[in-house]
């Protein structure tokens, strides 16, 4: 009877267990499906949020403005809730549809939506948690990019008068050129002109929204203006972004404000409208400055006004030698003075050949060495210390000659004496008596002699001579010419032009 007893009690106690499992059962299952309720709400409130969140950011991309960093973060947060609540909200479909298919074992459904219910209220409280940071989220942190960058530049000398138009060509409110070419030889000093005029603007102040300094490259010069600018401007774009995706963007966020573009070094036409960037005209008052080595790229691009720097005049030349030499007590020495002046003289005014000199003989302190530098410069340019690298950077110009009896013509100037003044009608002459230009369908040859007189003075590889009908070569460019003919010096010894009259 006890046995009997007993076993009845056991039965009685595994049945009120089993009750009590199914009514937990029966809580778990109306709390997910209320919990899953709830996560699908908070999930649609929260995307909502980011939606506008985006906008937000979008609009202050294209007025430069960049997202801070607590903004990515909070993006890539709900981008991981999201993820999480679409695999939850999989698991619960699936789970109701294998319910329906066919009764399991209570006790393992019991148990998995118990775990189940668990990642709800985790990933629901985490929704909840980035709902409430939504609140205290900025998108403008990021802040408009600086509208201008100081550039350091070393001293610079003579060129104040070249500064005060320019200055007044960007400055004056009645001004109406937008487009601006500054062109000159190789190391004059465009560069070194343009970056003046930056910081100029900066400590002086300006009237433009912002300034733009792009330092172009010879090949991508549509593609690094995009970059430049999208960078300057804040604006955000993929690597599978296409040119007009950009050109769009960056024409969204310039035409609403005031520009100034520098573009330092431009060797191609660029077609502005392919760049995004808007065309200055009167209404808009922007402004586009570009240098070139070219006079005829000024042209093409348009430029409205055409700025030549030329070479230094004597008493700079010297200042800006003596400046980089560092030694005003070698000049002492009347004999080092006299060289030294000689390889001033020899520098024509070309800054770049100034600086590359005055450092080479920084260090040179006895007569003896001076007077090895004068007779190097004067029958081999090319071995004085830095002056490769000033013909390597000529030699740009030299090949960017649009044909090869464009550099054969230019080459053959450097047989008149150093400062010779050359009657372009004679060198004309002499080129048709070499053959290099032959007559054919009835072109005339003296004619298109002339145009490529015109040619080179457009590279800036020839001056105007001292009279209007004459044109001359540049002392260094000479010497470049001479380096060229001599197959960059390979033959250096079969040159049979005297370098010099000296
Ligand atoms: N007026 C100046 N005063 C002092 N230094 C100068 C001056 N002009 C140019 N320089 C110096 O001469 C060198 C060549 O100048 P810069 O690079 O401006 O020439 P560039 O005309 O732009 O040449 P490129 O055609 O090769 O671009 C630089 O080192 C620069 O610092
Ligand atoms: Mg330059």
């Known amino acids: 009877m006890d046995c009997i007893s007993s076993l009845l009690v056991g039965l009685a106690q595994a049945l009120c267990e089993s009750m009590n499992m199914a009514e937990r059962r029966a809580g778990h299952k109306t709390d997910l499906k209320q919990a899953i309720s709830d996560l699908e709400t908070a999930t649609g409130e929260l995307k909502a949020i980011r939606d506008d969140l985006n906008l937000r950011i979008q609009r202050d991309n294209l007025e430069g403005r960049s997202c801070t960093n607590r903004v990515r973060e909070w993006l890539s947060a709900v981008q991981a809730a999201e993820v999480r609540t679409e695999s939850i909200l999989g698991r619960f479909m699936r789970r109701e549809q294998r319910k329906r298919a066919r009764r399991r074992c209570l006790s393992c459904l019991g148990c998995a939506e118990y775990k189940l219910s668990k990642k709800v209220l985790g990933t629901l409280k985490s929704i909840n948690d980035l709902r409430q940071r939504s609140e205290d989220i900025e998108t403008d942190g990021g802040s408009i990019q600086e509208t201008s960058m100081e550039i350091p530049i070393k001293s610079v000398v003579g060129n104040t008068t070249m500064m005060e138009r320019v200055w007044e060509l960007l400055s004056k409110e009645e001004e109406e050129r937008g487009i601006i070419g500054i062109y000159g030889p190789g190391g004059v000093g465009k560069t070194t002109l343009m970056q003046s005029i930056n910081n100029e603007l900066i400590t002086k102040g300006h009237q433009y929204d912002v300034l733009i300094w792009v330092t172009m490259s010879r090949e991508f010069g549509e593609c690094t203006i995009q970059q430049a600018v999208g960078a300057r401007l804040g604006l955000s774009w993929d690597e599978k972004e296409t040119g007009e995706g950009r050109a769009f963007k960056i024409y969204r966020a310039l035409k609403q404000r005031r520009f100034l573009l520098l573009l330092d070094d431009v060797w191609e036409e660029i077609d502005l409208d392919k760049t995004g960037v808007p065309r200055p005209d009167r209404e808009n008052k922007c402004k586009v400055m570009f240098t070139t080595r070219s006079m005829a790229l000024c042209s093409k691009m348009g430029a409205e006004c055409k700025l030549r720097v030329d070479f230094l005049e004597k008493q700079y030349a010297w200042e800006l030698f003596c400046g980089k030499l560092g030694r005003r007590d070698l000049l002492e020495s009347p004999l080092i003075r006299r060289h030294a002046e000689t390889i001033v003289t020899k520098c024509g005014g070309l800054p770049l050949a100034l600086i590359t000199l005055g450092g080479a003989m920084a260090h040179r302190e006895t007569e003896e060495e001076w007077i090895h530098a004068s007779e190097v410069l004067n029958r081999f340019p090319a071995e004085m210390k830095g002056m490769d690298y000033v013909f390597a950077l000529l030699k740009f110009s030299y090949d960017n000659l649009e044909s090869d009896l464009l550099r054969t013509c230019f080459l053959y100037c450097a047989l008149f004496p ?31 002699g002339y145009f490529l007189v015109g040619d080179l003075k457009a590279a800036c590889l020839l001056e105007t001579g001292d009279e209007k009908t004459q044109v001359k070569m540049h002392n260094v460019v000479r010497s470049f010419a001479l380096w060229m003919a001599s197959e960059q010096g390979t033959y250096k010894e079969l040159i049979l032009v005297e370098p010099s009259m000296d």
């Open 418 to 448: 150093e400062d010779h003044s050359i009657e372009i009608e004679q060198l004309v002459e002499y080129w048709v008596g070499e053959g290099f230009l032959i007559s054919s369908h009835g072109v005339n040859t003296i004619y298109q």
